[in-house]
Every structure is written in structure tokens, then in C-alpha cells.
């Protein structure tokens, strides 16, 4: 049983630039949710998807978008990439029990990808 | 103020006991989940606790739930060096992180 994988692990952009970092949910997981971690820091929630739309959205600027795929699987698009966006991009997955007031079953993360603007 | 909030240092003997403690405001806050996270890995699930619960015991570890203080706690008995690590508290409704308690045990 595949746990939550993402890719690619490490990358390399250039100030301007535009990343898009993929995501594949945990099997049996519909949702699946985007943090970012300055080095130091605790994760900071970006936003999560739900049936192909957005659910949730953290403090983030428009730069960082996303998609979420018929299969469960997720993007996240930064655009305009400056410095201070060098980060570790996580991601994690859960169900949401929607029967029950739509929460968030415990979140179950991938390794992450480290993402250096220069 | 922060969502969550927790102690940033935490340092125990090997063999000792550990208590990690988190404090949070969102008082309608389902599940409440105990993360570690090693140097250059993701987070690692340890446990979690239904807002209806007062405690949850699993092998060593043991959380505490205060929902009147809206204070979550975190004890590893007999610490171990494998259990040197960020440990991180996070809520299900903002799906909000606290800043991280690192735990150092020293031999």
C-alpha cells in the first residue's frame, strides 16, 4: 500500500521562474492538502483540495495555485518564484468524513520536495 | 496570536520520561495529532485524540487532552536517542501546526 509520494524531491529554480510540484494521495484518500516549511519553522497550511476544487486556503498569495485530478492526485503551481518561496513543499493526504462535519481525517504526509530559489 | 502554540526546546535523559505540551484556540477542533519529524523527512503520524476524549495510551506514548484549557500534551516514556526529533501538535479544522517542540535526549 503506497503511502503519499511526491516528486520530484529536490529542485532548483531561478527568480521569475514558475514550479509545479506533484503529489499522489495515500490509496483510499480523497483529499489531499499542501503545506510549506521554511527551514526552522512549522508547516504553514497553503490549501487543500476536495473534489477538484479548492476547500481550504491558508495566508498564501494568488502565486501558489493548484489542481486536483479525477485520481485523487494534486499539483501545486508557484509562480513569479522569489527568494523567500525556498522552501520544503509538503504534501499529505486524508479522507473527509463528510457525514459528520466535513473533518479532516488524521493527515498523512509525504516526504516532501525542497525547492531552492536563486 | 498563533493558532497553536508550543515550547520550542526540550531536553531528557535517556530512560526518562518526555512531555511535550501544546496549547491551541479553535475549541471546535475534531481530531488533535501529534507529529515527528526527522532532520530532512516529512512528518511522521504518532498519534492523535478525539475532542471527546480526555486521554489516549498507545504503547509509550500517552496524550492528554484539556479541552477546558484547550491544552494537548504529549508523554514518552522511557525516552529513547531514536526519539530525538521535532515534534509537532496540529488541529483538524484549520489543519493549523504549532511551531515545533525539539526534543534532544542526551545519553
Known amino acids: 500500500d503506497a503511502g503519499v509520494t511526491q516528486s520530484p524531491t529536490h529542485l532548483i529554480k531561478t527568480r521569475g521562474q514558475q514550479v509545479t510540484l506533484r503529489c499522489s494521495p495515500k490509496?483510499?484518500?480523497?483529499?489531499v492538502s499542501w503545506y510549506q516549511q521554511a527551514l526552522g519553522q512549522g508547516p504553514q497550511f497553503i490549501f487543500q483540495?476536495?473534489?477538484?476544487?479548492?476547500?481550504q486556503r491558508g495566508n498564501f498569495p494568488d502565486r501558489f495555485s493548484g489542481h486536483q485530478y479525477p485520481n485523487y492526485s494534486s499539483e501545486l503551481n508557484v509562480n513569479a518564484l522569489l527568494l523567500g518561496d525556498s522552501a520544503l513543499y509538503l504534501c499529505?493526504?486524508?479522507?473527509?468524513?463528510?457525514?459528520?462535519?466535513?473533518?479532516?481525517?488524521?493527515?498523512?504526509f509525504g516526504n516532501g520536495t525542497r525547492l531552492t530559489v536563486t | 496570536g498563533e493558532d497553536v502554540e508550543q515550547s520550542l526546546f526540550l531536553s531528557v535523559r535517556e530512560g526518562d520520561s518526555s512531555v511535550i505540551n501544546c496549547t491551541y484556540t479553535?475549541?471546535?477542533?475534531?481530531?488533535l495529532y501529534w507529529y515527528k519529524q526527522e532532520p530532512g523527512a516529512g512528518l511522521q503520524l504518532l498519534t492523535y485524540?478525539?475532542?471527546?476524549?480526555d486521554m489516549k495510551q498507545d504503547q509509550r506514548l500517552t496524550v492528554l487532552l484539556n479541552k477546558k484549557d484547550k491544552h494537548l500534551s504529549l508523554r514518552i516514556a522511557d525516552t529513547q536517542t531514536g526519539d530525538s526529533a521535532i515534534y509537532f501538535c496540529?488541529?483538524?479544522?484549520?489543519?493549523?501546526f504549532g511551531t515545533g517542540t525539539q526534543l534532544k535526549v542526551e545519553l
Open positions: 490509496s483510499g484518500h480523497d483529499t
Open positions: 479553535d475549541s471546535s477542533s475534531t481530531y
Open positions: 485524540i478525539f475532542s471527546n476524549m
Open positions: 496540529a488541529e483538524s479544522i484549520k489543519l493549523t
Open positions: 483540495y476536495y473534489e477538484e476544487e479548492e476547500r
Open positions: 499529505a493526504s486524508s479522507l473527509i468524513n463528510a457525514g459528520q462535519g466535513s473533518y479532516n481525517s488524521p493527515l498523512h
